[in-house]
């Protein structure tokens, strides 16, 4: 389906905000504002954004460790979410679950997930729940090369297939699990040939072109939608920081090389420059929109410093396990 340029343009923004807000995330940890760890998403924005736009607002999302961009894709307002890595009680999860368990139940974003490949199967499950509603909804499964090495990973594609449920898988292959390499860790070179074993459909698409990821995305959410079952999308990416942003950060195990080689395909870089070759929009509308999302993440930060912090007594509430 062809994009309108007001559709083009919402897509550069909501990539440019996912940039910027971790970003300013890194600082503010880094400033001793946030505590815990942060996983930037900078690099893989096209993923994100080329998967939801690719779908509805009540079509369901589960994310991974790394859930920022897919969280900001899907709708959520980075006011509540930057509140929720401050620890402050304004935040998605009342300050108490910080960074890796944010959700937007109103937006489809049915949370972050601090367990390695533990989405899959939630995704799954929402999956399982659209085809019960009826509604011609679909679920995606976020997740990493390393978590396709899970058993999760296995177990949800041959339910799925099975059952012919409105799913799709879409990993993120940024070539890294923490400190490992998928050379040294992973059987296959394209995770997408994993999908053979399941019996559908798996693409390998260039996860720095947000255009070439909304496609891929686009025809497998109609596949799912028709009742034709899930798809295998697998994104090639590059994550641009650490794997994890701390106070005492440990160094990089990954070649220098290969870092430099990672940011030289900037998925934004590309998407801005198709923009203005095509006419969609000019360097000074580009500079303007860039200046509005500094703004907004501006007023985030201000919002989550300004909101109070959880009151000691309500420590147990929302707390579902006894
Ligand atoms: C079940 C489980 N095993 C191990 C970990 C520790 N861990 C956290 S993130 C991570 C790497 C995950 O790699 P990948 O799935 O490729 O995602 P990426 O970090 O590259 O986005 C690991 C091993 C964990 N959180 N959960």
């Known amino acids: 389906m062809a994009l309108e340029p007001d559709q083009l343009l919402d897509m550069y923004r909501t990539m440019v905000t996912i940039r910027t807000f971790d970003r300013r995330a890194a600082d503010e940890l880094h400033a001793g504002n946030i505590p815990g760890a942060v996983h930037s998403y900078i690099g893989q924005e096209a993923v994100a954004v080329g998967v939801c736009s690719a779908l509805r607002r009540e079509d369901r999302i589960t994310s991974t460790h790394r859930g920022h961009g897919h969280t900001i894709a899907k709708g959520a307002d980075i006011k509540f979410m930057m509140a929720e ?44 729940a659209a085809k019960l509603e009826g509604g011609g909804g679909v679920a995606v499964s976020f997740f990493g090369d390393g978590a396709s090495n899970e058993g999760s990973f296995h177990g949800s594609l041959n339910l799925a297939s099975i059952w012919k449920l409105p799913v799709l898988y879409v990993c993120e292959n940024n070539r890294w699990a923490s400190g490992n390499s998928a050379a040294a860790t992973q059987s296959v070179e394209d995770i997408s040939v994993r999908s053979v074993s399941y019996n559908m459909p798996g693409v390998t698409v260039d996860g720095a072109d947000v255009l070439a990821v909304y496609e891929a995305a686009e025809q497998a959410v109609r596949r799912a939608r028709n009742g034709e079952g899930p798809t295998l999308v697998e994104c090639k990416t590059y994550r ?16 220098q090389e290969e870092i430099d080689l990672g940011h030289q395909h900037d998925p934004i870089a590309a998407f801005a420059g198709h923009l203005t070759q095509q006419g969609v929009a000019t360097e000074e509308s580009l500079k303007q929109i860039d200046g509005e999302v500094a703004a907004a993440v501006d007023a985030a930060i ?21």
């Open 85 to 128: 890595l401050f620890g402050r009680s304004n935040g998605y999860c009342h300050g108490k679950g910080g960074s890796m368990h944010i959700a937007d139940f109103s937006v489809g974003m049915l949370g972050a997930n601090g367990i390695v490949g533990a989405g899959l199967p939630l995704a799954t499950g929402a999956a399982l």
């Open 302 to 322: 201000d919002f989550a410093k300004a909101s109070p912090f959880p009151k000691p007594e309500d420590a147990l509430t929302d707390v579902f396990a006894p």
């Open 240 to 255: 641009w920081r650490l794997h994890a942003e701390q106070r005492n950060d440990p160094p990089d195990p990954r070649p």
